[in-house]
């Protein structure tokens, strides 16, 4: 692990567990660690919108189409907080775009797949957005502030989504037989790219040992992925799903399941830009960013004269 500087003071609030404040002193490293993983978290939320927004007009009935339009406008709230969390590290969001539009700054490998069927929606929000839940809940104990308070209504939010991806899902396992096997499909295509969204083995991380250390991560992206196999694989088994996991059995000593190795090679492949839809979500955003521009001028104008 890298060598870091830090104060007595702040060392001690985080031996206390006290929260670490904006106008707190910091080790550099400290605020560079939380920009790059609050950004990157803000991006996964406004490029997470994506997929789903392209099911709008195609939703199977009127309350599904209310319920995915609420679900959006979530993801696009949880993106404000973040970037403002953000900006008290003393980054703009205008150069946070920079980062992510320029591939400086990442965003979860798993909005580079496509929403082909309704059963996509089911399985994003199950699924996808359930392992998120499992991250963000022990993000609550985050040690830097504004990150944690933030995390707090994020969290409460996203337990609507995930029940939202499982009604879904649950629907479409009590419908016709093609809905079945759409549901099925669904999960054999998202089943691992979810597993993905914990990241690598800690071991391969290069940034896990001063996120420890610092206590901006509880847990280990193992210890998580296993927490979310463990509860997702019995709320399956309810609807008649099955794991696309061969590999999976019930370890009875662990009390936990057996799982089998996931494809870093793709996870690697799809961070790195060559994804199934990485093109086109960059693009999108960027040509509705510069749409958008008039938008950003026009407010930051009325700002200026109210003040």
Known sequence: MESVIVS??????????????PKDSMPDAYREHLIRQISQHAHSEVIGMQPEGNWITRAPSLRAKQILLAKIQDEGGHGLYLYSAAETLGISRDEMIRQLHSGKAKYSNIFNYPALTWADIGAIGWLVDGAAIVNQVSLQRTSYGPYARAMVRIC?????HQRQGYEIMTKMMNGTEAQ????QDAMNR?????????????SDSPHSGNA?????????????RQKFIDK??????????????????????KQM???GEINWEEFKRVINGNGPCNRQRMEHHMHVHAEGAWVREAAEAYAKQQH
């Open 8 to 21: 007595s003071d702040f060392q001690s609030k985080i031996d206390q567990d006290a929260n670490i404040e």
């Open 156 to 160: 409460k939010e996203e337990s609507f």
């Open 180 to 183: 079945k096997q759409m549901a």
């Open 190 to 202: 998202w089943w691992w790219p979810s597993l993905m969204m914990f990241g690598p083995h800690d």
């Open 212 to 224: 420890f250390t610092w206590k901006i991560k509880r847990k280990s992206n193992d210890e998580l």
């Open 232 to 253: 997702t694989v019995q709320q399956a088994e309810v609807i008649g799903l099955t794991i696309p996991d061969p590999e999976l059995r019930w370890n009875e000593t």
């Open 257 to 259: 399941y057996d799982h």
